[in-house]
């Protein structure tokens, strides 16, 4: 297939087409992933769990994620390439966010990924006008997970939901081409999803309206050793082979079947 481009993917977002996501975090899982059609491949702090062991994505820093970033580039041919900015490296101001992003962007990302509400709109202005793509990150945002008391549901009530809004208006407005949204009620990213028309959503744990989904890549596999959260499917049961287990996921993201709202969503 041709490279994924920033264009193809507001393509895809126009014509209602949907965004496969995973993530990866290697040269053999991402020469794998663009093999089975995933359109994008995130190489997220998430690492910092299912590579490193920590119970938090908090102890990751900006070298670790060039670090898998490179990998994954040296192997990926098609997918589009986000790459996560880690915890305190884009928090200081707009300088040091472009400077971490430099850093991404030269490993072989083609985009990178910043969580926050509100106040990253700036940022993420300051990084679009400069050529760097971004893809902003909304809800549960686990680099917070402290403030916010545990990894939950956000946006529940009217004022969380009001504020979520809020949020996704202004990263719009800044510019950002993609927005995860983790752990949203599936009603209120439906409804995002529908008014935000210049951003993608996608979604993890909110519901299958999203314009598009990620998951972990070992979480969808069936090999994190922890209870996994409700939004998880894992592929790899029934399915012969990792790749199988990942073209499903790409097929099930694309006609909709994943995820199902009775059991993924909330
Ligand atoms: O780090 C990560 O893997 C992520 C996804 C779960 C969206 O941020
Ligand atoms: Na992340």
Known sequence: RKPVTLLKLREMHASGEKIAML????????KVLDDCGVDCILVGDSLGMVLQGHTSTLPVTLEHMAYHVQCVARA?????????????SYHEDVQQAYRSS???????????????????????????????PVCAHV??????????????????????????????????????????????????????????????????????????QVLVLHDMLGITPFKLPRFVR??????????????????????GSFPDDAVHAY
């Open 76 to 88: 990926n041919r098609t997918a589009w390439l986000i790459g996560d900015l880690p915890y305190g």
């Open 139 to 212: 809800g549960l945002t686990p680099q917070s997970v402290h403030a916010l008391g545990g990894y939950r549901v956000q946006g529940r009530d009217d004022a969380g939901a009001s504020r979520l809004r809020q949020e996704c208006k202004d990263l719009q407005n800044a510019g950002a081409t993609l927005c995860v949204f983790e752990m949203v009620p599936a009603a209120l990213a439906t409804e995002l999803t529908a008014e935000l028309k210049h951003m993608a959503t996608i979604g993890i744990g909110a519901g299958r309206n999203c314009a598009g």
């Open 234 to 255: 894992n592929f790899m049961d029934g399915a012969p082979s990792v790749q199988e287990a990942i073209r499903r996921y790409v097929a099930a993201v694309k006609d």
């Open 23 to 30: 993530t990866g975090y290697d040269a053999t899982f991402g």
């Open 102 to 132: 430099c850093a991404l962007m030269q490993a072989g990302a083609q985009m990178v990924k910043l969580e926050g509400g509100g106040w990253t709109a700036p940022v993420v202005e300051f990084l679009v006008a400069r050529g760097i």
